[in-house]
């Protein structure tokens, strides 16, 4: 075939590929590549003009299309003529992940064109040159987001979100991702409630509110949170799935927390409010929050029908009253399926008669035996563990009264030595399994070890 025309016949298979198919691959390059395909025929010319993303991060910052940027400012005008060069309407989503790119005016600009053409998602995060997220120039609020009404996603970091006197909220936003910011001192009960469809909520090392959050969103699916709270309610959650309510950095709160006696109620906590419930995921200082009020039941008045998945990190084991909101939880969930439970770093051994009320918490005939609890578990995880005979407790509680249990994981402490940790697998070793297919791993200083198919043979036997 003559070469002139087999290179014309691949240009044209090129030229003539469906937009959907010119589209998606136009999605996967980096935009400084989007933008070389102009090049390879006429009908591509203008094709990544209207792709429906404008992505600029870390990436474009190193490519040779902004290499001519000397300084910030000529950065700015790169994103400046590629934004306005972008024909999508609506647009559908915006990126601007630049580091070294400060706050400005330029970038409230930029926000409020992709503004009036109808912008969907925005996320803007605002990094230093060495694309840290934990370090902020200057905090900014840039008031042209809430003219973006059309927005269904919104994530910011390190900026703040303070909405104008007269704002009615964003009446399409399903998703809300916030790391580092800085929010209405209302934003629970003012900001919150102007989004009615509302679905994802997540806030990370957020500062600003000083309202009691109190959750009413009744589109909102999952919540993760890790905020410094006094206390939580939620009021109107109908269909709320996965919390996660994490610890705040020490180095950030200095755990400068103090619970009023009936600051919060279990019971209201995660029965009126959370009926839909799979998954939860609490730290250490929401388990206290829940254990300050003396409130907590053997059992909830109506069980977590739906609770597939529990977790809990920092927990100090030893502590009667964060026991007890473990046990309470443990023994409302009929059809929990995974527990993973991390053992506070700073767990000390207690004196003997806390141990001896652990012992008869755990010894509960709800927890044990074939009428137990733990009838639907199928994987647990204990990690952190420093050889206590409480720890071995609930070991040997799990692996009798679990028929369906497949894995068990067990990790110990950094400060567990050698000798303590085989103390602790001898204990495990006289445990019975109620479950015939479960295999334990066990790590002992970060090496894991199959107890399934060594030592000791004991512990693969009903």
């Given amino acids: 075939m003559n070469p002139i025309c087999e290179s014309s016949s691949s240009n044209d298979r090129i030229s003539n590929l469906p ?7 136009l999605m996967l390059l980096p935009l400084k590549e989007a933008a070389k395909t102009a090049t390879w025929s006429r009908q ?46 609506p647009s559908t989503k915006f990126v601007l992940a630049v580091p070294g790119l400060k706050p400005g005016d330029e970038i409230d600009h930029l926000i409020l064109y992709l503004a009036n053409k109808g912008i969907q998602d925005i996320t803007l995060r605002i990094l230093d040159e060495f694309d840290r997220f934990d370090y902020v120039y200057e905090t900014r609020n840039f008031a042209s987001l809430f003219a973006a009404l059309e927005l269904n996603t919104l994530k910011l970091e390190n900026c703040e979100l303070l909405s104008p006197s ?35 909520l997540r806030m990370i090392d957020c500062l600003g509110f000083r309202d009691s959050p109190d959750i009413e969103a009744p589109r909102l699916k999952v919540l993760c949170l890790r905020i410094i709270l006094w206390t939580i309610r939620f009021k109107y959650t109908p269909v709320l799935s996965l919390v996660s309510i994490q610890d705040y950095p020490d180095y950030l709160s200095n755990r400068m927390y103090s619970f009023q006696q009936d600051s919060i109620n279990i019971v209201d906590v995660f029965v009126s409010s959370i009926p839909a419930l799979q998954q939860l995921r609490i730290g250490i200082e929401f388990l206290r929050l829940l254990a300050a009020g003396n409130h907590v039941p053997k059992r909830l008045p109506t069980p977590l029908q739906h609770l597939e998945v ?37 767990e000390r051994i207690p004196q003997e008669n806390v141990i001896d009320s652990l012992r008869s918490l755990l010894e509960a005939k709800d927890l044990q035996g074939s009428g137990g609890c733990f009838q639907s578990l199928e994987e647990f995880s204990l990690n952190g563990i420093h050889g206590s005979q409480v720890e071995l407790d609930l070991v040997n509680l799990v692996l009798a009264s679990a028929p369906l249990l497949h894995e068990i994981v067990i990790t110990t402490s950094k400060t567990m030595n050698f000798d303590e940790s085989h103390k602790f697998m001898t204990g495990v070793s006289y445990c019975k399994w109620g479950s015939k297919k479960a295999k334990l791993l066990y790590s002992w200083n970060g090496e894991y070890e199959n107890i399934e198919d060594g030592f000791p043979k004991l512990l693969v036997t009903a």
């Fill in 19 to 25: 937009a959907y198919l010119a589209e998606r691959i």
């Fill in 310 to 346: 529990l977790e809990m990190d920092n927990l100090v084991l030893h502590s009667l009253p964060e026991a007890r909101v473990l046990v309470c939880l443990i023994m409302s969930s009929p059809n929990l399926k995974t527990l993973t439970i991390q053992i506070d770093d700073g």
């Fill in 44 to 89: 591509w010319r203008y094709r990544w003009r209207n792709l429906p993303q404008l992505v600029f991060d870390a990436d474009f910052a190193r490519t040779r299309w902004a290499e001519t940027a000397s300084n910030v400012n000529a950065l700015v005008m790169k994103i400046y003529k590629a934004v306005l060069l972008h024909n999508y309407e």
């Fill in 166 to 200: 007269g704002f009615l909220g964003f009446s399409k936003l399903t998703c809300l991702e916030l790391v580092n910011v800085i929010v209405d001192e209302d934003f629970f009960v003012g900001f919150l409630r102007k989004c009615p469809l509302l679905e994802e």
